[in-house]
């Protein structure tokens, strides 16, 4: 990437607000946009579809390799396509939330997707003058020289209760607790492979637990005001 490319990275906890915050983000800063994540979830939903044993480490490795996936870069559009199919929305069901982590925590998978990020990034970042990437690792190991690194967090409680209207349509306390083993587990397990709990030397820590939604733009936003400011009008 050259210097006149803007990179931004994100990480954070399921239910910090990461995916939407870093669209809006990457929308009003004119830049293209990458969710790690949802490749982490296409490959699960592949190996689902294609009868793949997500046990077998190897196995998944190779459906890694061999996946025809195209990644949206519109923020403003949130897209995923295999073989041309859109499965943005397959990779959201609770078939594949449950089960993903399995490909998440494969080692012999991480560095597979990792590579394929980074030139994504640096593919995008060319075509449209920079790049907002979120996710787990994307600080500290898929593009650790970024020109902002941000850990977005929240408390558990507010966490849940986001997840819980996004899935659920409601955050009373039984939608929370239907929504409690797919944040808390899945947080739990992916940390085993990526730190996404404590901001790294040089991230700075965004916690927008008492933040509604444009609060938490704005503070991102002010980060790489502050970080970038040759690079960004915004």
Request: net charge negative; aromatic share 2%; charged share 30%.
């Amino acid at each position: 990437m050259t210097s006149n490319h803007l990179v931004i990275a994100v990480d954070g906890p399921s239910g910090s607000g990461k995916s939407s915050v870093s669209r809006a983000v990457a929308d009003r800063l004119g830049v293209g946009y990458l969710d790690t994540g949802a490749m982490y979830r296409a490959v699960t939903w592949w190996c689902l579809e294609e009868g793949v044993e997500l046990e077998d480490r190897d196995a998944v490795a190779a459906a890694a390799r061999d996946i025809p996936l195209e990644m949206g870069t519109d923020p403003t559009h949130a897209s995923v396509l295999v073989r041309g199919l859109e499965i943005e929305d397959a990779i959201r069901t609770t078939r594949v939330s449950e089960v993903v982590s399995k490909v998440a925590t494969n080692t012999k998978v991480r560095p597979i997707l990792q590579e394929q990020q980074r030139e994504l990034m640096d593919r995008i970042a060319t075509q449209t003058g920079g790049v907002v990437a979120e996710g787990r690792d994307i600080t500290t190991v898929v593009a650790p020289h970024a020109d902002v690194r941000v850990l977005l967090t929240a408390s558990v409680e507010a966490r849940l209760r986001r997840r819980s209207k996004e899935l659920h349509g409601e955050a009373h306390d039984e939608a929370v607790e239907a929504t409690r083993d797919q944040i808390v587990r899945r947080d739990a397990d992916d940390s085993t492979v990526s730190q996404f709990t404590q901001a790294a030397d040089g991230v700075h820590l965004v916690d927008t637990s008492d933040l509604d939604f444009e609060q938490s733009v704005e503070a991102v936003l002010t980060v790489v005001r502050k970080e970038a400011a040759h690079k960004v009008d915004a």
